[in-house]
Structure formats: C-alpha cells, structure tokens
C-alpha cells in the first residue's frame, strides 16, 4: 500500500515569498492533517480536512497560511508571504475515519522549508 | 495543549527491555492512548493503541493502568532502531478537537550498543 506522499522534501526560500506544499494522502482516506514541526518540537497541527471540508483550522495563521483540498483528495498547504520563523517541517497526514479515535494516522515524510 | 506527561528522556541498553510511561490523570471515558515515534528525519510512525486492555502488536506492548489515568509503552528488545522520540497521545473515540492527533515533547530514547 503506497504512503502518503509529499512534495518537495526541501525547499529554501527567502522571507517574503510564497511557497507551497503538496500532499498526496492514502487511497481512501477521508481525513487529512496539516502539521507544522519546528525543530526540537512535537507536530503542531495546523489544519484538518475531512473529504474536501475544514473540520479545524484554529491553529493555522490565517492572514499567510492558506490550505485547500479539492474533490477531497490531493492538498496544498501555501504560505504567503514566508516570515523566517516558518522555518520548520510541515507534515501530512492521513487516516481512514476522523470520528473515531480507534484508528491511526499515518504521516507522509514531510518538507523541510526554510526561510531565509 | 497535550493532556499527557512524559519523561522527557530516557535511555536504554540494545536488546534490553524498555519501559516508556506517560501520565494522563485527566483522561476521560472515551479517550483512546495511543502511541508514535519519530525516527530522525522522518514523519511520526503509529506504534499501538488502546482504551482499557492491554495490547499488543509486532512493534510493542501496551499496558494501560486499571484507573487509565496512566500506561507504558513496552519494547521487549530494544534496537538501536529504536531510537526515536516516542509520543503518547489521547484521542477521543467522537472525534472532534478532542479527535486529533495533538503531540507534546515526548520522551527521547536512545538506544546504546
């Protein structure tokens, strides 16, 4: 069964630019997570998506970040513009049902972005 | 905020047991415990969960306290493989905020040859 999948793995950019994030879930899977690790630091969810809607976005910073899921499957995660201190790991994650804790999620390997 | 405490550390000899605990007093009736770990470099990997019984899988063993308010993580043989960060998280079986995956620190094990 393939992972998810993300792209790209790393990317520099300069404060002030835009960037964005892909992410491709596990077949099937309703439920998509954001996450946002900066180093030395547990996962910070961001945004979570169940089919093509917006279950939680309490913590993503609205005024720059923006995510999207079409036709619920693929996302992007986009920041415009970058501040340095968006440098960090942004996860993906995936699982089958959102309504149940009895399942797991499983998290792709995630893009190194860092601003410059 | 994480609703569960760990150590923030803790070391361990290669094919030796682990015990990894996690304290979670404000647990509620349709928590679930679950477990992940992050190799470096990696995304957080799902290692095993539970409600009320203990449990186990190829990976680990679960133990959950009789009052849930705390569990272990039990690697049986430890590899330097396992050398990871190990969360311990609860999700509410309604989903929901209390749904999601929310990590804290996690306990930081090295694993010595």
């Known amino acids: 069964e393939a992972g998810v999948a993300q792209s790209p793995r790393y990317k520099i950019i300069e404060k002030r630019q835009s960037v964005a994030f892909w992410c491709n879930p596990i077949?099937?899977?309703?439920?998509l997570y954001w996450y946002q690790q900066i180093l030395g630091q547990g996962p910070k969810l961001l945004i979570q998506f169940q089919n093509n809607g917006v279950v939680d976005d309490s913590q993503l910073p609205k005024d720059r970040f923006s995510a999207e899921r079409l036709k619920g499957v693929d996302s992007t995660l986009k920041i415009q513009p970058a501040k340095l201190e968006d440098s960090a790991v942004y996860l993906c994650?995936?699982?089958?049902?959102?309504?149940?804790?009895?399942?797991?999620?499983?998290f792709g390997q995630g893009t190194r972005l860092t601003v410059v | 905020d994480a609703k569960t405490t760990q150590p923030n550390s803790m070391e361990s000899n290669e094919e030796e047991p682990v015990h990894l605990p996690c304290n979670h007093s404000?647990?509620?009736?349709?928590?679930?415990i679950h477990w992940y770990r992050q190799l470096p470099s990696q995304g957080p990997e799902y290692v095993i969960h539970?409600?009320?019984s203990n449990v186990n899988n190829r990976m680990a063993s679960l133990a959950i306290a009789e009052d849930r308010k705390s569990s272990t993580l039990i690697l049986h043989r430890a590899t330097l493989r396992d050398a990871a960060v190990y969360y311990c998280i609860l999700r509410d079986v309604y989903g929901g905020s209390q749904g999601n995956l929310i990590f804290g620190k996690g306990t930081k094990l090295s694993v010595k040859p």
């Open positions: 994650a995936s699982s089958l049902e959102r309504r149940q804790g009895n399942t797991e999620a499983f």
């Open positions: 404000t647990i509620s009736g349709t928590d679930y």
């Open positions: 539970g409600l009320t």
């Open positions: 077949s099937g899977h309703a439920t």
